[in-house]
């Protein structure tokens, strides 16, 4: 018997550690672990995303019960659950699973490859998650992209030369573990300390239609579907990349550039673990950032004075979405006109984000703040009002999250606009020259 160790990869077909357990000729037998240390870091007990692995997990284990098998779910420690198992179950030969790239992640499997290596057991890993991985995408002197345009160049031409593959497998012809199909029933979520969450979550299955309009439609957040909502799909795996890769290609250039920027955060976390809490830039941590408790609060709940960062932040703390322009925005605005440090904003959408995705998120922050992987200088600084007129022209989506927008009860923007411009500028150039 050999074990899949599903992780960010929700889905028994096209999936790479799968094909891989398929391949080792002995029986499959899938787990999934509750890491505890990544759940106890969650600050609300209903987690839309903790309820969506749930679900998910259930849907995977009624299929692999069609097939005589069951899934086996763990809550804890993943070192001291892979212990356990390696005891109990002496017929285990290996373990198999797909490559993550966030830190804690990378630390975790290298100690559990080495605990089933010192046991005389086989550990395959797999790539998955994403389409180019590691060195596969870098610079002609070995050294990893910082600026995206030149990495989706290289990207590209890659993907042609390589003559990829876009095929995984299916669950046909896996030989499946039937023997313990009742061994590890689910732990539930008040278990781990969870209540079920009600809030809704977008479809799996790709719209083509958005795929071909999306260059016409992703920066306008009043069309209903003017992106894909598929966010929370490709950070767990229900879908595959490389299928949604194969239509892009088929149907728009656009979006396809939005797949590469999804690898193109995954390696620049990769290569710089330390960007989670340290500016990619070192200089910009050199920025005296401000806090003001009041502002900050009022960003967060969506109570400026400026519409659209307004509706973004009312749209995210109902629904965890929301849409990329208005992410731009409001990072802008916190991180320039509100001088509050990125990693603010960072914590709060990744406590809110149905689709949170560390690398991307804390890529998305740093290109806001200018800390990051960005060509652009800091003193690019998003005009809230103008990205309002220019975006959101009918005024529909502000209007939808913010109906008192023209009644008394609207507040007074929180800070003037060129003031507010002013001071970024003056700041980051001070910060900028301690260097």
Not at 102 to 109: A, G, N, W
Not at 331 to 339: D, G, Q
Not at 393 to 419: C, M, T
Request: proline residues 4%.
């Amino acid at each position: 018997m050999v074990l899949h160790w599903f992780r960010r990869d929700l889905r028994l077909k096209d999936n790479s550690a799968l094909k891989l357990a398929q391949s080792s000729g002995s029986d499959v037998q899938c787990i999934f672990i509750f890491d505890k240390n990544i759940l106890d870091r969650l600050e609300d007990e209903i987690d839309a995303r903790v309820t969506f692995i749930y679900n998910e997990l259930k849907k995977i284990d009624a299929e692999l019960r069609n097939n005589g098998s069951s899934l086996w779910v763990f809550y804890g420690d993943p070192i001291s659950i892979n212990k356990a198992l390696l005891k109990n179950h002496s017929d285990i030969d290996g373990l198999y699973l797909n490559r993550d790239y966030e830190p804690y992640s990378i630390k975790r499997d290298k100690e559990i490859a080495q605990l089933y290596i010192d046991c005389g057991k086989s550990f395959f890993d797999a790539k998955d998650h994403v389409i180019f991985e590691g060195n596969e995408i870098v610079k002609n002197d070995g050294t990893p992209y910082s600026v995206y345009s030149p990495y989706a160049r290289k990207w590209l031409d890659q993907l042609r030369e390589s003559n990829y593959s876009f095929k995984n497998g299916s669950i046909e012809n896996i030989s499946w573990h039937t023997l313990g199909i009742n061994n590890y029933p689910f732990p539930s979520l008040k278990t781990m300390g969870f209540n079920e969450s009600d809030l809704p979550v977008p479809s799996r299955l790709p719209d083509v239609g958005v795929i071909k309009n999306y260059e016409k439609s992703r920066n306008f957040p009043a069309i209903k579907n003017g992106t894909s909502h598929l966010g929370i799909h490709l950070r767990f795996g229900t879908i595959s990349i490389r299928s949604l890769l194969k239509l892009a290609l088929d149907n728009n250039k656009v979006f396809v550039s939005e797949l590469i920027w999804r690898d193109f955060y995954q390696m620049v976390l990769f290569h710089n673990p330390h960007s989670i809490d340290k500016a990619i830039k070192p200089a910009y941590d050199k920025i005296n950032w401000v806090f003001d408790k009041e502002q900050f609060e009022a960003w967060c709940n969506g109570n400026t004075g400026y519409p659209m960062v307004d509706a973004g932040m009312r749209e995210l703390n109902n629904t965890g979405f929301m849409h990329n322009r208005v992410r731009m925005v409001v990072a802008s605005f916190l991180t320039k006109h509100l001088l509050h440090d990125w990693r603010l904003g960072e914590a709060y959408f990744a406590r809110k984000l149905l689709d949170f995705d560390l690398a991307s998120n804390v890529g998305g922050w740093q290109w806001a703040s200018g800390s990051g992987c960005d060509a652009a200088p800091y003193f690019r600084i998003f005009n809230p009002t103008s990205q309002f007129e220019k975006f959101d022209k009918g005024k529909a989506y502000v209007e939808k999250w913010v109906p008192e927008l023209y009644s008394p009860n609207y507040p007074k923007p929180i800070v003037d606009h060129k003031w507010a411009r002013e001071r970024a500028l003056r700041v980051y150039k001070e910060g900028l020259s301690k260097i």
